[in-house]
């Protein structure tokens, strides 16, 4: 079983949709990242979460610390949303480790 | 400001060859690490480092080895090539391991034959 869980593994939406992406984690950590992978490549971090809620424009992704379990949110979904969406936990003590999911594929259809 | 600067983007192999993935940042991050990304698998730590001098042990580390003589620059180097290490490799650098923004290289396509 994976460390990092994520879900679902794809999601298709409409424009203007509502989307949420989740993240589960069964190992102890000190924060957690959501990332954005568009083709081509190119990683771009989003927000780190150590507790509660963020919002950046129209994303926002929470975290629930005692429930190990971290959600992303896009309201009002844009075709240029559509990427990967990663899930990275930064492991607790002193490891100094990172652990990622295995990403949720995002595609908003105009 | 550049970010991470990483080269080359795209590299064949012959088995058995070495090469070095060459890393730079000019953030003064102390943090730098370098990952691999497979189909179908998350990204993976291969090494990190928490400053000049100072490197460690990631998830899958062996046939690669690194350096940290400056702040700026994290080379991977790949020992000798195996058809396994074919692979998108990503440098990425932050503050500390938990820094707010973690900043990634564009990525380096490896194909080993």
């Known amino acids: 079983k994976n460390e990092v869980e994520q879900s679902p593994q794809n999601l298709t939406a409409q424009e203007g949709e509502f989307i949420t992406i989740n993240c589960s984690y069964s190992v102890g950590i000190s924060a957690l990242h959501w990332l954005q992978q568009h083709p081509g490549g190119g990683i771009v971090s989003l927000f780190m979460l150590s507790s509660g809620k963020k919002k950046h424009g129209r994303l926002i992704a929470t975290i629930n610390i005692q429930e190990k379990h971290s959600s992303l949110h896009i309201t009002a979904s844009h075709p240029r949303d559509s990427a990967v969406y990663i899930c990275?936990?930064?492991?607790?003590?002193?490891?100094?480790?990172?652990?990622f999911g295995t990403g949720t594929l995002l595609a908003v259809q105009p | 400001n550049a970010g991470v600067t990483q080269t080359p983007k795209f590299q064949v192999l012959k088995t058995g060859q070495s090469m070095t993935l060459q890393c730079a940042q000019d953030?003064?991050?102390?943090?730098m690490s370098w990952y691999r990304q497979d189909p179908g698998m998350g990204l993976r730590l291969i090494h990190y480092s928490v400053g000049a001098g100072i490197t460690d042990q990631g998830e899958v580390p062996n046939g690669y080895n690194v350096s940290r003589s400056t702040t700026e620059d994290f080379p991977l180097r790949l020992l000798s090539a195996a058809p396994s290490q074919t692979s998108v490799y990503f440098c990425?650098?932050?503050?500390?391991?938990?820094?707010?923004?973690?900043?990634f290289g564009e990525g380096s396509w490896l194909t080993v034959v």
């Open positions: 990275a936990v930064v492991l607790g003590g002193a490891t100094n480790k990172l652990i």
């Open positions: 990425a650098s932050s503050i500390y391991v938990t820094g707010n923004t973690i900043y």
């Open positions: 953030m003064n991050h102390e943090y």
